[in-house]
């Protein structure tokens, strides 16, 4: 099921009504298209999600919201071309997807997703040798490139256990951009930094993001990380994840928190998961 937008987008300005314009004659870049996904046990079945759909459009922001255990993990396994549906279809650009591929890098929450034998160039040049995307001295041009881009040029030569965790995942995130991947997949990738560092690195993505406008498929389970990094947000039931609704977002950034549309949205979706979950309980 689709659902409704649940906040009012705020009024389009002129370059919005154009990008929705060249929106409707372009296809999705990454279809997900009635997709359910399960875990066979020796003993049982286990629906993660069931009958799901969303599009996501070239740049766009998109996120998955929804309660533990609804299947966002699973989803962007599944887009990742690790799980194939039982039902319905992943595309991208058109083609079904059905198996991991550089066109789709995942970004994880743990911090230990960097080998530790390499520097962290080695590490953000790795993907692109073992991938043969480049050869190594554009390879290392490249990872530096973007170690640049998220602020860790000086750190290029040091060993990953030198790091701090937000570090860590700064490095992830270079070495998933350095693949230029047409879908960079976040799942959670902030949720084990402490606060001030999580704001941080949120709007250290954002800008990043508004210099190289990649496009994102991010997953978390905060309400408020949902409205600040996303445009669109894919609210998803509890387990098995459906389509709850999806909203608008565009319209919040990092200054709208604490503002009174920005609480009564947020309240709103909170509202919406709460409901479910009674529901569920039922
Ligand atoms: N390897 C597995 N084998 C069997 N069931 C699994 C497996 N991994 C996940 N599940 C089940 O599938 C459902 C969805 O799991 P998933 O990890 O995708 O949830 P999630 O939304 O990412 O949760 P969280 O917010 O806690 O990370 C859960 O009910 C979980 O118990
Ligand atoms: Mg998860």
Redesign the pocket.
């Known amino acids: 099921m689709r659902g409704e937008p649940l906040a009012s987008p705020p009024a389009l300005t002129p370059t919005l009504s154009r990008e929705r314009e060249r929106r409707q004659h372009e296809a999705p870049l990454l279809q997900v298209d009635g997709v359910s996904l399960d875990?066979r046990?020796p003993e049982r079945v286990?629906r993660?999600t069931h009958r799901v759909s969303f599009d996501v459009h070239a740049a766009d922001r998109f996120v998955l919201l929804?309660?533990?255990?609804?299947?966002?993990?699973?989803?962007l396994k599944a887009v990742g071309g690790f799980i194939p549906p039982v039902e319905g279809e992943i595309r991208l650009d058109g083609r079904r997807v059905t198996q991991p591929g550089p066109d789709r890098i995942v970004v994880f929450q743990e911090f230990d997703q960097l080998p530790p034998w390499k520097t962290v160039k080695q590490n953000v040049m790795f993907p692109l040798l073992a991938s043969r995307t480049l050869g190594r001295k554009e390879a290392a041009e490249r990872a530096l490139h973007y170690l640049d881009k998220v602020g860790l040029a000086k750190f290029a030569d040091v060993h990953p256990h030198q790091l701090s965790g937000g570090m860590k995942q700064r490095v992830a995130i270079a070495r998933a951009l350095a693949m230029q991947p047409r879908v960079l997949l976040m799942d959670?990738p902030f949720a084990a930094l402490d606060a001030l560092t999580r704001r941080k690195m949120q709007q250290e993505l954002l800008a990043l993001w508004d210099e190289v406008r990649f496009t994102l498929l991010f997953?978390t389970?905060s309400i408020e990380e949902a409205l600040v990094v996303g445009n669109r947000i894919a609210l998803l039931s509890p387990?098995?994840?459906r389509m709850r609704a999806e909203i608008n977002s565009h319209g919040f950034s990092l200054a709208s928190l604490g503002g009174a549309e920005f609480q009564r949205t947020a309240q709103r979706i909170h509202d919406m998961l709460f409901e479910e979950e009674a529901e569920a309980a039922a």
């Open positions: 875990y046990t286990v993660a929804g309660p533990s255990g609804c299947g966002k993990s699973t989803l959670e997953v389970h387990h098995p994840g």
